[in-house]
């Protein structure tokens, strides 16, 4: 347990978050706060783009 921290929590549960993410994203909306829901969607962005580099450069070598 010592050696978790907040990048291998976050890669590990990456897939639960951005669902969470997109959540809040979706409730915002519903609430009449498009701007709100943008900036939670551009963290889950963020995190899934970071994610699709690390896999690329794993995969090329």
């Given amino acids: 347990m010592a050696d978790e921290t907040v ?6 549960y990456l897939g639960n ?4 993410l997109e959540l809040a994203a ?3 909306e519903q609430q009449g706060k ?4 943008a900036f939670y969607r551009g963290i889950a962005r ?5 994610r ?5 450069a794993a995969a090329e070598g």
């Fill in 7 to 12: 990048g291998s929590l976050a890669e590990l």
């Fill in 26 to 28: 979706l409730s915002l």
């Fill in 17 to 20: 978050l951005l669902y969470a």
């Fill in 34 to 37: 498009p701007m709100d829901a």
């Fill in 46 to 50: 963020k995190l899934a783009e970071a």
């Fill in 52 to 56: 699709g580099r690390e896999v690329g």
